[in-house]
Antibody, heavy 120, light 107 residues
Framework: QVQLQESGPGLVKPSETLSLTCAVSGGSINSYSWSWIRQPPGKGLEWIGYIYYSGTTHYNPSLESRVTISVDTSKTEFSLKLSSVTAADTAVYYC??????????????WGQGTMVTVSS | DIQMTQSPSSLSASVGDRVTITCRTSRTINTYLNWYQHKPGKAPKLLIYSASNLQSGVPPRFGGSGSGTDFTLTINSLQPEDFATYYCQQSYGTPWTFGQGTKVGIK
């Protein structure tokens, strides 16, 4: 059974770059798309972007100028970098697998999430 | 972006109750609508995809309906493990967007 686990620093200083990794276990990363999603405290879920296993990416336009998602198939992990962070980027960050079910893209497997706080 | 509006934002119910949550989209999305359950500290869980299809392993007391701009998640005979926050999400066009969530609490 495929499982996802986020890891990375829980505290990032303003203006610096947030870096997170999602380890994929129990299955192959060489198919489907792999997404990052976040939830600021007290707010809803926001899709950040996805990467296809081949390396093709698609980002939320609201974050596109600051986001980079990459994949390392040899390590079965994918990563998120968010540059020039501010307090507004404080959130729980989730990684998720995106698969088509009945031709509808769905997030069928999620990690438990990791809290990242932006503060000096 | 496609805006998602869920209602209510929270509700209180008892074990055995029937619960209905609605999701309205800012433009028509056919049936490109998914529902998720989220409990604190846990990974969100896919319940329903394509508006009405039950994800494998999800109890049949969960059901979804709707198309176009109006969708409904129904929980028949609410169980103790169903107290959680529920989100709708559209997959019609990127950026994928979510509703703001409906918290189902214990009455």
């Amino acid at each position: 059974q495929v499982q996802l686990q986020e890891s990375g620093p829980g505290l990032v200083k303003p203006s610096e770059t947030l870096s997170l990794t999602c380890a994929v276990s129990g299955g192959s990363i060489n198919s489907y798309s792999w997404s990052w999603i976040r939830q600021p405290p007290g707010k809803g879920l926001e899709w950040i972007g996805y990467i296809y296993y081949s390396g093709t990416t698609h980002y939320n336009p609201s974050l596109e100028s600051r986001v980079t998602i990459s994949v390392d198939t040899s390590k079965t992990e994918f990563s998120l970098k968010l540059s020039s962070v501010t307090a507004a980027d404080t959130a729980v960050y989730y990684c998720a697998r995106e698969v088509p079910l009945s031709d509808i893209d769905t997030f069928d497997i999620w990690g438990q999430g990791t809290m990242v706080t932006v503060s000096s | 972006d496609i805006q998602m509006t869920q209602s209510p934002s929270s509700l209180s119910a008892s074990v055995g109750d029937r619960v209905t949550i609605t999701c309205r989209t800012s433009r028509t999305i056919n049936t490109y609508l998914n529902w998720y359950q989220h409990k604190p500290g846990k990974a969100p869980k896919l319940l329903i995809y394509s508006a009405s299809n039950l994800q494998s392993g999800v109890p049949p007391r969960f059901g979804g309906s709707g198309s176009g701009t109006d969708f409904t998640l129904t929980i028949n005979s609410l169980q103790p493990e169903d107290f959680a926050t529920y989100y709708c999400q559209q997959s019609y066009g990127t950026p994928w967007t979510f509703g703001q969530g409906t918290k189902v609490g214990i009455k």
